[in-house]
């Protein structure tokens, strides 16, 4: 039984609101059965259903509460509750917010696009059933969907005005809540057949409970943690959003309303709060709710009511105004990178990876196939990848990712100043994943060593998409040595697409799939949250690099570094750049751990996967893990002592010079 509800006086809500979650649920999109987790929160939601109980509420209140709710008034609830749920899809979106309830936003596992229009698909599903119920019905919706809209222009209006005022505040809480509130109880009371003065009283206390909501719900996020509130708190003042006790404390305390006329880092945000706080106006705020709560409970004296139903009813809106449980967040699976093996490999790999590099000549002594920009960038923690289906399978997908670190070195050397030897080197790498037997030397011999062993097993479109994938990457690679001969900088809106196509992420994932022994499924990758996994992994993870490697990067005059676009592109100094960055890669950090959270939760509901909802599953959050750890690697970290292979000689046995130019026609 919700709240403080006395079921001797509603003996039907639990059931009812059983029907009610029965007819809530995700919106079916024809045909496309692997998008519905986007509007589906799962059965274990902590979601109160605060709406749908003031509808039935609303109802037992004007009929007879000994007598289970009508099928509309179930309906009508559920309508008015995916009215809300939709709106939140847009609020997290507007307040970037990467959390609600202890669980990842939409917009977080999604992206806002997404998430914009499976609000839209909730909000209008919940319009089609009250339709379905009457033009009353969805009039009333329309109104306070007006309302709502109305109430939230107003607030994004008034951002970062200091001087706001209390009126305004009223305004946009009237709309924003109060009116879903509002029309919670008027549909309840619709259903019931009452006279227009009873549904309008109900209305009324349903739009005075709602400005006490909000009010309340903007005093915890001044005074409450984010585990009680299960979402961020004090995230109103960074944002400029300044409810009634900001507005309050600032009309009497010049240095907060100094603070406010700006936007405010984390620090400056919690020392406002710390202002608001200690002005009282908090209490001021307090009491204006209570006042709200009266006017409420005032509405319901002129319905003629047996008044233990009435106080029942009033009981329950104050139990949800005094809240304070702890929501329980869903648990969260750390990122962070355990304890390393002694070696940094899996047993067996190290010697083998030493030996090979020696073998075929990509190394020419043990030293060298030490060397920390190859080895030492594989040398993954221990635990964070599942095992290898086997050791052959687990030695071929270390040697992949060694060879391609190698292929990375050859373009990225800042000794390679001749856009020729650039394109030979293209050409010779090409050349040889078509197998030219012309080819010779020790890429060439690392190569197919490795070939047989990767298709083994695997279907000939892998094949042949793998090696699309390695040409693909050596016409990017060559770009980019083009671009850091040529001395050019990308925009930052070009970074991204530019970065990505030298990131060899597909061949990150190939390798992965060789070292589960797995093929995933093409829809599989072509889903959205998929698709995001996979862009917010890349980003975090090359961005982080940047970072961490920008001294070097600085000094051969890498291109594609986003500090160096940032400083480029914008003029600001290298201190502001990197602050700059660094925040952008907290907020795609959190964002990723989110999406790495929701994907086990995912690939349960994924059509298709023929038993393998696990695996794959496991296969990503691997891949996302070992890419997190990235920026913890010895890739950026030469020992005093370090052999360094000599490049030029790799890349003398490959060069692949133009052919003659075809003859002209006189």
């Given at each position: 039984?919700?709240?403080?509800?006395?079921?001797a006086v509603f003996p039907h809500l639990d059931a009812d609101l059983d029907r009610v979650r029965d007819v809530l649920g995700p919106v079916q999109l024809r045909g496309r059965p692997e998008l519905t987790a986007l509007t589906d929160e799962g059965?274990?939601?902590?979601?109160?259903?605060?709406?749908?109980?003031?509808?039935?509420?609303?109802?037992?209140?004007?009929?007879?509460?000994?007598?289970?709710?009508?099928?509309?008034?179930?309906?009508?609830?559920?309508?008015?509750?995916?009215?809300?749920?939709?709106?939140?899809?847009?609020?997290?979106?507007?307040?970037?917010?990467?959390?609600?309830?202890?669980?990842?936003?939409?917009?977080?596992?999604?992206?806002?696009?997404?998430?914009?229009?499976?609000?839209?698909?909730?909000?209008?599903?919940?319009?089609?059933?009250?339709?379905?119920?009457?033009?009353?019905?969805?009039?009333?919706?329309?109104?306070?969907?007006?309302?709502?809209?109305?109430?939230?222009?107003?607030?994004?209006?008034?951002?970062?005005?200091?001087?706001?005022?209390?009126?305004?505040?009223?305004?946009?809480?009237?709309?924003?809540?109060?009116?879903?509130?509002?029309?919670?109880?008027?549909?309840?009371?619709?259903?019931?057949?009452?006279?227009?003065?009873?549904?309008?009283?109900?209305?009324?206390?349903?739009?005075?409970?709602?400005?006490?909501?909000?009010?309340?719900?903007?005093?915890?996020?001044?005074?409450?943690?984010?585990?009680?509130?299960?979402?961020?708190?004090?995230?109103?003042?960074?944002?400029?959003?300044?409810?009634?006790?900001?507005?309050?404390?600032?009309?009497?305390?010049?240095?907060?309303?100094?603070?406010?006329?700006?936007?405010?880092?984390?620090?400056?945000?919690?020392?406002?709060?710390?202002?608001?706080?200690?002005?009282?106006?908090?209490?001021?705020?307090?009491?204006?709710?209570?006042?709200?709560?009266?006017?409420?409970?005032?509405?319901?004296?002129?319905?003629?009511?047996?008044?233990?139903?009435?106080?029942?009813?009033?009981?329950?809106?104050?139990?949800?105004?005094?809240?304070?449980?702890?929501?329980?967040?869903?648990?969260?699976?750390?990122?962070?990178?355990?304890?390393?093996?002694?070696?940094?490999?899996?047993?067996?790999?190290?010697?083998?990876?030493?030996?090979?590099?020696?073998?075929?000549?990509?190394?020419?002594?043990?030293?060298?196939?030490?060397?920390?920009?190859?080895?030492?960038?594989?040398?993954?923690?221990?635990?964070?990848?599942?095992?290898?289906?086997?050791?052959?399978?687990?030695?071929?997908?270390?040697?992949?990712?060694?060879?391609?670190?190698?292929?990375?070195?050859?373009?990225?050397?800042?000794?390679?100043?001749?856009?020729?030897?650039?394109?030979?080197?293209?050409?010779?790498?090409?050349?040889?994943?078509?197998?030219?037997?012309?080819?010779?030397?020790?890429?060439?011999?690392?190569?197919?060593?490795?070939?047989?062993?990767?298709?083994?097993?695997?279907?000939?479109?892998?094949?042949?998409?793998?090696?699309?994938?390695?040409?693909?990457?050596?016409?990017?690679?060559?770009?980019?040595?083009?671009?850091?001969?040529?001395?050019?900088?990308?925009?930052?809106?070009?970074?991204?697409?530019?970065?990505?196509?030298?990131?060899?992420?597909?061949?990150?994932?190939?390798?992965?799939?060789?070292?589960?022994?797995?093929?995933?499924?093409?829809?599989?990758?072509?889903?959205?949250?998929?698709?995001?996994?996979?862009?917010?992994?890349?980003?975090?993870?090359?961005?982080?690099?940047?970072?961490?490697?920008?001294?070097?990067?600085?000094?051969?005059?890498?291109?594609?570094?986003?500090?160096?676009?940032?400083?480029?592109?914008?003029?600001?100094?290298?201190?502001?750049?990197?602050?700059?960055?660094?925040?952008?890669?907290?907020?795609?950090?959190?964002?990723?751990?989110?999406?790495?959270?929701?994907?086990?939760?995912?690939?349960?509901?994924?059509?298709?996967?023929?038993?393998?909802?696990?695996?794959?599953?496991?296969?990503?959050?691997?891949?996302?893990?070992?890419?997190?750890?990235?920026?913890?690697?010895?890739?950026?970290?030469?020992?005093?002592?370090?052999?360094?292979?000599?490049?030029?000689?790799?890349?003398?046995?490959?060069?692949?010079?133009?052919?003659?130019?075809?003859?002209?026609?006189?």
């Amino acid at each position: 039984m919700p709240g403080e509800i006395d079921s001797a006086v509603f003996p039907h809500l639990d059931a009812d609101l059983d029907r009610v979650r029965d007819v809530l649920g995700p919106v079916q999109l024809r045909g496309r059965p692997e998008l519905t987790a986007l509007t589906d929160e799962g059965s274990d939601t902590s979601r109160r259903l605060v709406r749908p109980t003031l509808t039935l509420l609303s109802y037992y209140l004007l009929t007879d509460p000994e007598v289970p709710a009508d099928d509309r008034v179930v309906r009508g609830a559920a309508a008015v509750e995916l009215m809300h749920v939709g709106s939140l899809y847009h609020d997290d979106v507007v307040d970037h917010a990467y959390e609600r309830r202890g669980r990842a936003s939409a917009n977080a596992v999604w992206g806002s696009h997404m998430a914009v229009l499976g609000g839209d698909s909730v909000t209008f599903s919940g319009m089609r059933m009250l339709a379905e119920l009457g033009q009353r019905e969805v009039l009333a919706a329309t109104i306070a969907g007006e309302q709502m809209c109305a109430g939230m222009v107003i607030e994004a209006a008034d951002q970062y005005v200091a001087s706001r005022s209390e009126q305004s505040y009223l305004d946009t809480i009237d709309g924003k809540t109060a009116a879903v509130l509002s029309l919670a109880c008027r549909v309840g009371a619709m259903q019931a057949g009452c006279s227009e003065e009873q549904e309008e009283a109900l209305a009324l206390f349903g739009r005075q409970f709602g400005l006490a909501y909000q009010l309340y719900d903007d005093i915890l996020d001044l005074t409450s943690t984010a585990e009680e509130m299960g979402k961020p708190v004090n995230a109103d003042l960074p944002e400029g959003i300044y409810t009634l006790p900001v507005i309050r404390a600032a009309a009497r305390d010049q240095s907060l309303a100094r603070l406010l006329r700006r936007a405010m880092t984390g620090e400056q945000a919690a020392r406002a709060r710390e202002l608001v706080i200690a002005s009282g106006a908090v209490d001021e705020a307090r009491a204006r709710a209570e006042e709200f709560i009266d006017q409420a409970a005032g509405q319901l004296t002129a319905v003629a009511v047996d008044p233990s139903a009435r106080h029942a009813l009033t009981a329950y809106v104050q139990s949800i105004l005094d809240r304070r449980t702890p929501v329980l967040a869903v648990p969260r699976q750390s990122t962070q990178a355990p304890v390393a093996h002694r070696d940094g490999f899996p047993p067996g790999v190290a010697q083998w990876l030493r030996s090979w590099l020696v073998d075929t000549g990509l190394a020419l002594t043990p030293a060298e196939a030490d060397y920390h920009r190859w080895t030492g960038a594989i040398r993954t923690p221990a635990q964070i990848l599942a095992p290898a289906a086997d050791a052959a399978r687990e030695q071929t997908a270390y040697g992949m990712a060694v060879f391609t670190l190698v292929c990375d070195d050859l373009f990225e050397d800042p000794q390679l100043r001749d856009p020729e030897a650039v394109t030979a080197l293209r050409r010779g790498l090409v050349a040889m994943l078509r197998q030219d037997p012309e080819m010779h030397g020790a890429i060439p011999t690392a190569w197919a060593s490795l070939w047989p062993r990767l298709r083994e097993g695997r279907s000939a479109r892998w094949q042949k998409r793998f090696l699309d994938i390695l040409e693909d990457w050596c016409e990017a690679a060559e770009r980019e040595a083009h671009h850091r001969i040529n001395g050019y900088i990308p925009s930052t809106a070009d970074y991204l697409p530019l970065r990505m196509s030298t990131s060899g992420i597909d061949t990150a994932l190939a390798c992965v799939e060789v070292y589960q022994d797995r093929e995933l499924p093409s829809t599989l990758r072509s889903h959205p949250v998929i698709r995001r996994l996979e862009e917010l992994g890349f980003w975090v993870t090359f961005v982080e690099n940047d970072l961490v490697g920008l001294d070097q990067d600085e000094a051969d005059h890498v291109p594609y570094n986003l500090v160096r676009a940032v400083r480029h592109e914008t003029g600001c100094t290298r201190r502001e750049a990197v602050e700059q960055v660094q925040r952008q890669v907290a907020e795609q950090r959190a964002q990723l751990e989110a999406v790495i959270r929701y994907v086990p939760a995912l690939f349960r509901v994924l059509p298709g996967l023929s038993g393998r909802r696990q695996e794959y599953a496991e296969l990503y959050v691997n891949m996302a893990s070992v890419g997190l750890w990235g920026r913890e690697s010895d890739r950026y970290t030469q020992p005093s002592a370090s052999a360094v292979p000599d490049l030029e000689r790799l890349r003398r046995e490959i060069y692949y010079p133009a052919a003659e130019p075809a003859p002209t026609t006189p």
